[in-house]
Each structure stands twice: as C-alpha cells, then as structure tokens.
C-alpha cells in the first residue's frame, strides 16, 4: 500500500523560503516519477513540478519555474520541494503524488499525500 507523507509547511512572509518533504513507502520508490501539486482555496489542484525517477529529469510549471526546485533522494524514499521567493499567491494546500506506473511521468490517476498547509503572508 503506498503511503505519501508530506511535512513542511507552515506560514511564512512574502519573499522567505519553505523546503517541504514527502516521505514515500510502500513501493519501489526509485521506480516511479513523483510531483508536487497544489490546491488554492476555491481554485482546482494544480501542478507544480515533476521529477523523473531517476531524479535526472524535472519539469516545472511556469509561475515557479526559477523559484521552486523539485528534488529526490532514493535512498532516503523522499522527494522535497524547495520553495524560494515565496509570493502571497503560492498560499495553498500543497500535495505529493507519485506516478502510478513505473518509469512512467503520467500524473492522471496518481498515489496522493494528504496534503501540507503552506501560506504567504504580505
């Protein structure tokens, strides 16, 4: 049974930084890509960044690209999300999820976090 653990968040002003962590088990966790999501209040979840299993190739949505890093440590079945310059509209529920297929970077039906609470302040 996969479990995806996210831990990180919190409140934190316009311009700071946030690392967030997902803890994965119950899978081979170097075998499947794995992605982060978030979900604004009264907004549909969105995607936010993508890494390959391997950890080699990562994709990123545009309104981060620059200021979000995705990474991986296999040994460690854990995927983080470093979150830099930090904008009043990154505030929402952010979300792991790990591909349902191996070696595969289809997120339409993947493995869901219960979700961590980020939010900016201005």
């Known amino acids: 049974q996969v479990q995806l653990v996210e831990s990180g968040g919190g409140l934190v002003q316009a311009g700071g930084s946030l690392r967030l962590s997902c803890a994965a088990s119950g899978r081979t966790f170097s075998m499947y890509a794995m992605a982060w999501f978030r979900q604004a209040p009264g907004k549909e979840r969105e995607f936010v960044a993508r890494v390959s299993a391997s950890g080699t190739n990562v994709y990123y949505e545009e309104s981060v690209q620059g200021r979000f890093t995705i990474s991986r440590d296999n040994a460690k079945n854990t995927v983080y999300l470093q979150m830099n310059s930090l904008k009043t509209e990154d505030t929402a529920v952010y979300y792991c999820?790990?591909?349902?297929?191996?070696?595969?970077?289809?997120?339409?039906?993947?493995?869901w976090g219960q979700g961590t609470q980020v939010t900016v302040s201005s």
């Open positions: 999820a790990q591909a349902q297929k191996m070696y595969n970077i289809d997120f339409l039906q993947p493995y």
